[in-house]
Structure formats: structure tokens, C-alpha cells
């Protein structure tokens, strides 16, 4: 049977700082949910937890007081509306999070691709070629892989964020030098550990004849049998409205049944 679109675990709110969007709040996202038939919703706001030390700017606000603030989200019959965040790992492949906090989450996105933020997340040298970012995606991914966090209620978000690169040239060429070797090897740990990969709606928005740069990562996943989650990473309504097609469109470009979703506990 083809996946079924029931699911966006990977949704941002007005308290992600970057969203700051008062019409997307939880209310608003429920009523997504309920529009589209969904079962599964997640609220991933950006989140750095105050015990672990080098937040940047932008996170040091977005500790769980702050993003507790959304608590407790709205419910409704038939659809599960679980409180889950986004943490963030430095260029020292430090997480957010230390694992006691685990517990009080439903879901935990952690995404290893936010290259953007040089100095923080990746050191200037790295980001100044695309060898340099294609070491750290496979580094990053590698690191989180080897910790000690509950993977059965962990995502890899965006695998194939454009944020990889500043420039759309670079970041395909990113994704080409990714060692297929290296990726079996490491989405078969992931699956062996229960994680999920995200279809990124984002990630999931590029022209027929970038398909297959794209989607590689993705088809060598589903080989390796890791299983998949859909997230729209909305941080405006705007993004909830575009996700359904984004989703199915990826959905038959790699050929998704039931048999290769990630399923939440």
C-alpha cells in the first residue's frame, strides 16, 4: 500500500525565533491537522537546553522554559498532538540536550545539516569548500549515530537541507561527494537503531532535473531500511498550506509504501 500522508512530525510555532509568526500557533496547526486527515502531528520548536554550555545567540533563549510556554497544546478526537523540539549540535558535535531531558519530549528532531551557521556549527575552514561540508555531514550524522539517546523517538531532520551551502551549485555538489559506502553504512546503523529520516519539505522543493542529486541519500535510506516521517518545518501557515503536495510528490518519486514509515511508540 502507497504512505499515506497522516503525518508532520516536524512543525515550528511563533516561539522559534525565526518564526515569531503569531498566526502560527498551536490552535492554527491542529486545525492543519484536522484539514488534512492527519493522525500524527508534532510542535518542534528550535531548542537548546540551559545545562549544556556554548549556545549560540540564537539558542540561548530558546531553552524549555521557553519553549514550554506552548504547553498544553489543544487536542482533539483521532489526532495525536505530541510536544517535541528541535535541538541543535555545535561544530564540536556537542547535542543541545543532555539525555535525561529525553524524558520530556515525545520527539526529539535533531538535525545535522544546519551548515549555515559558520563558526558555530562548522568551522570557517570546513565551510570554505565542498569537500570541507560533505566531511562534516557524514561527521556530524556519524556522531549523533554513536550517542547514547533514546533513537526509537529520534529524527534526522532535513537530510538534504539546502542550508548545507550558500549557493545551490555548491550544496548539489555537496550531496554528490557523499561516499554511498559511508551512507550504507550509517543508515544501517540508523535503522538498526530505530531512528527515523525526514521528508523535508524544504528539502523535497527542487526541479525535476536536480531529482535524482537530490533523492540519492534518500533512495540508499530506504535500501538500508531505515524507515520515514514527513515534516513540513513549517514556521508560517504558508508552509502548512504547500506541504501535502510537497509530500506526495516525494512520496512517488521514491516509490513510499506503509511498509517504510516510521511509526512513534
Known amino acids: 500500500m502507497r504512505y499515506v500522508f497522516d503525518n508532520d512530525l516536524h512543525i515550528h510555532s511563533f516561539l522559534s525565533l525565526c518564526s515569531k509568526d503569531e498566526k502560527q500557533n498551536p490552535e492554527s496547526i491542529l486545525q492543519y491537522a484536522i484539514d488534512n486527515g492527519l493522525k500524527t502531528i508534532a510542535l518542534t520548536n528550535h531548542y537548546w537546553d540551559s545545562a549544556v554550555d556554548g549556545a549560540s545567540g540564537f539558542y540561548s533563549v530558546q531553552n524549555f522554559d521557553w519553549i514550554s510556554?506552548?504547553?498544553?497544546?489543544?487536542q482533539t478526537e483521532g489526532i495525536r498532538f505530541l510536544f517535541g523540539c528541535e535541538t541543535d549540535m555545535d561544530k564540536n558535535n556537542r547535542l543541545g540536550m543532555p539525555k535525561s531531558r529525553f524524558d520530556d519530549f515525545d520527539f526529539v528532531v535533531i538535525p545535522t545539516t544546519h551548515l549555515h551557521m559558520k563558526g558555530f556549527t562548522i568551522t570557517e575552514q570546513d565551510a570554505s569548500t565542498p569537500e570541507g561540508r560533505a566531511r562534516v555531514w557524514i561527521e556530524r550524522f556519524e556522531s549523533v549515530l554513536g550517542m547514547?539517546?533514546?533513537f526509537k523517538k529520534v529524527g534526522?531532520?532535513?537530510?538534504?537541507?539546502?542550508?548545507?551551502?550558500?549557493?545551490?551549485?555548491?550544496?548539489?555538489?555537496?550531496?554528490?561527494?557523499?561516499?554511498?559506502?559511508?551512507?550504507?553504512?550509517?543508515?544501517?546503523?540508523?535503522?538498526?537503531?530505530?531512528?527515523?529520516?525526514e521528508l523535508n519539505s524544504s528539502d523535497m522543493s527542487f526541479p525535476e532535473d536536480e531529482a535524482e542529486t537530490v533523492l540519492r541519500i534518500f533512495r540508499i535510506a530506504k535500501e538500508c531500511g531505515c524507515k520515514f516521517y514527513l515534516g513540513s518545518d513549517a514556521h508560517h501557515p504558508k508552509g502548512l498550506t504547500e506541504a501535502k503536495d510537497i509530500f506526495e510528490r516525494a512520496i512517488d518519486l521514491l516509490g513510499l509504501t506503509e511498509d517504510d514509515k516510521f511509526e512513534l511508540i
Open 148 to 150: 547514547d539517546i533514546p
Open 69 to 74: 510556554r506552548s504547553k498544553p497544546l489543544p
Open 156 to 197: 534526522f531532520a532535513h537530510l538534504a537541507c539546502p542550508l548545507i551551502a550558500p549557493d545551490r551549485s555548491v550544496y548539489l555538489k555537496v550531496l554528490e561527494l557523499l561516499p554511498e559506502d559511508k551512507l550504507r553504512t550509517m543508515f544501517t546503523k540508523c535503522a538498526q537503531l530505530g531512528a527515523g529520516i
